[in-house]
C-alpha cells in the first residue's frame, strides 16, 4: 500500500511511523514551498519513500499517479483541500471535493451545518475592522468570537465585548497572515456560546464514524481576549453529555462531507444542546498518541491507521466501550512574563510529580519564550496520570505554583 500525505506535519508525522510498522509506503508533497518553523518543527523527509516537496496541482496529479498511490490524505490543516482535490482527481476514496473548501472556511463550515438542519454558530464575515464592529454594533453587542476564517492552534481567537475590542481584534487578524502562514483576507465575527467544550476525536471509512477520543476541555480566558486552554480531560463514553455531544458530532462530520479520514471536532454543550465551534478533517495536534494508547488501549492516531490498513479490524473496532484505565488530564503549560528561556531545571520538579507520565515542552536556553495568549504560545504540555483525581488535582496544583515563580525564563 502506498499513501501520499499533503503537509504531513504535526501529529501525522507519528501516523507515518505508524504506517511503516504495517509495510506501508509514504510520500509526502506540500500545498507551497516553505511555511513557517513552528507549523514544521519535527517533519523528517526521511520517514518518506518519496518527498515530492511542492509541486503545481496537474504536476502533482501526474507524479501521484506515476507512484500509484491508494489514498491522499492530509497530514497537517493546510493541506485539506489539496489532499482532496487529488484523491478526487485520481478516483481514489476520499471525502466529498464539492464541500472541500467548507471544511476549512468557518463560515461555509456552519452554512453546512445549517443546511444539515444542525446548530451552528451565527455571525458574519467582515473584510474590515470597522465593519466587523459595526456588525457586531447592529447585531446588540453581546460578547462575540473574532476569529480568522481558517487558521489552527486557537490562532488570532479573541472573545470580545466592546466594539472597541472587536475592532481591535479583527484589525489584528487582518492585519498579519494566519498560522499557517496564509494572509487573512477576512474575519469572522460570531456569537460567542455559552457552555462546556468537548473535543471529539473521529476516523471514518466508507461513511461509517467511529470515536477514539472524547475530551472535556477547561479554558481560561488569556490577558488579549483569546482562551487558553488549561487542560483536556478524557470522558468515558457512559457520560451522558459525551454522548450528547458525540450523535451531534457524527452528523456534522456528515454534513461536512467527510467520510474517510480523520476528523478533529471541537463542539461546545450549549443550554440548547450542543453547537460545532469547527472540524479539522485531520489528526489533533499537540497530543502524544501513546499516552491515549496505553491508558484507553487505542488512540486517534492508531484508529486512522487501523482504517488505512485493516478495514474489518476497523469495522469491528468497539468504539462504543471504550475505557480509560486512570484519571488522566492533559496540563497545557502557562509562562506569564515574556523572556528568555534559562536553566531547565524545573523538568525536574514536573518529572518527580506522582502522577507525571510525559513532558512535551521543546524549550533551548537562550530561546525568547513568549507570554502566554493562545494555544500557539503555550510553552508545552504534560501528561498526568494516576487511578485517584484527588492526586491528578494536587500535582497540577503543584504545577501552576512553579509556573507562578516564573520558571521558564530567565530571572
Not at 491522499?72 to 482532496?84: K, T
Not at 478533529?264 to 440548547?272: D, F, G, I, Q, R
Not at 501528561?383 to 491528578?392: D, H, R
Given at each position: ?6 503537509d ?11 504506517l ?14 516553505a ?23 496537474d504536476?502533482?496529479v ?14 497537517g ?93 479583527a ?33 471514518s ?17 488569556g ?13 468515558p ?14 452528523e456534522?462530520?456528515t ?16 443550554p ?11 489528526l489533533m495536534?499537540?497530543i ?19 482504517a ?11 468504539d ?16 506569564h ?31 525568547p ?39 521558564y525564563?530567565?530571572?
Amino acid at each position: 500500500m502506498r499513501v501520499a500525505v499533503v503537509d504531513g506535519f504535526s501529529t501525522s508525522r507519528i501516523l507515518v511511523r505508524q504506517l511503516a510498522e504495517h509495510a506501508v509506503d509514504c510520500v509526502h508533497l506540500r500545498t507551497q514551498p516553505a511555511f513557517r518553523d513552528s507549523y514544521t518543527r519535527g517533519f523528517d523527509p526521511g520517514a518518506y519513500a518519496v518527498d515530492l516537496g511542492h509541486l503545481p496541482e496537474d504536476e502533482a496529479v501526474a507524479a501521484l499517479r506515476r507512484l500509484a498511490v491508494d489514498r491522499v490524505i492530509a497530514g497537517g490543516e493546510s493541506g485539506v483541500v489539496l489532499a482532496d482535490t487529488l484523491g478526487h482527481r485520481l478516483g481514489l476514496p476520499g471525502n466529498d471535493v464539492r464541500t472541500a473548501p467548507a471544511r476549512r472556511d468557518k463560515a461555509r463550515m456552519a452554512e453546512l451545518l445549517r443546511a444539515a438542519g444542525l446548530a451552528a454558530p451565527s455571525g458574519t464575515l467582515a473584510t474590515t475592522a470597522d465593519g466587523a464592529a459595526a456588525w457586531f454594533t447592529a447585531n446588540g453587542g453581546t460578547t462575540v468570537v473574532v476569529k480568522p476564517l481558517a487558521s489552527a492552534a486557537t490562532d488570532g481567537v479573541r472573545i470580545c465585548g466592546t466594539a472597541t475590542e472587536v475592532r481591535e481584534a479583527a484589525g489584528d487578524v487582518l492585519g498579519r497572515p494566519n498560522f499557517i502562514g496564509a494572509p487573512n483576507r477576512a474575519v469572522l465575527v460570531q456569537d460567542y456560546l455559552e457552555g462546556d467544550e468537548y473535543i471529539v476525536n473521529t476516523v471514518s471509512r466508507d461513511g461509517v464514524h467511529k470515536v477514539a477520543e472524547i475530551l472535556r476541555c477547561a479554558k481560561d480566558k488569556g490577558p488579549h481576549g483569546s482562551p487558553v486552554y488549561d487542560y483536556h480531560e478524557p470522558v468515558p463514553r457512559s457520560d451522558p453529555r459525551g454522548e450528547e455531544v458525540v450523535a451531534y458530532t457524527k452528523e456534522a462530520v456528515t454534513a461536512l462531507g467527510i467520510a474517510h479520514g480523520a476528523a478533529h471536532s471541537e463542539v461546545m454543550l450549549t443550554p440548547a444542546g450542543p453547537v460545532l465551534i469547527e472540524t479539522g478533517a485531520r489528526l489533533m495536534g499537540s497530543i502524544h498518541p501513546w499516552v491515549h494508547e496505553k491508558y484507553l488501549g487505542t488512540s486517534h492516531v492508531h484508529l486512522y491507521a487501523l482504517a488505512l490498513t485493516d478495514p474489518a479490524a476497523f469495522a469491528a473496532f468497539p468504539d462504543e466501550d471504550l475505557r480509560w484505565s486512570h484519571e488522566l488530564r492533559q496540563v497545557y503549560l502557562s509562562n506569564h512574563r515574556a523572556g528568555v528561556a534559562g536553566s531547565d531545571a524545573w523538568q525536574e520538579h514536573y518529572r518527580a510529580l506522582e502522577s507525571f507520565v510525559e513532558l512535551s515542552a521543546p524549550l533551548a536556553a537562550g530561546q525568547p519564550v513568549p507570554q502566554t495568549v493562545d494555544l500557539a504560545t503555550v510553552p508545552g504540555y504534560v501528561y498526568l496520570a494516576a487511578p485517584s483525581l484527588a492526586t491528578v488535582d494536587r500535582d497540577r496544583a503543584r504545577i501552576r505554583a512553579y509556573e507562578e515563580q516564573g520558571v521558564y525564563v530567565r530571572p
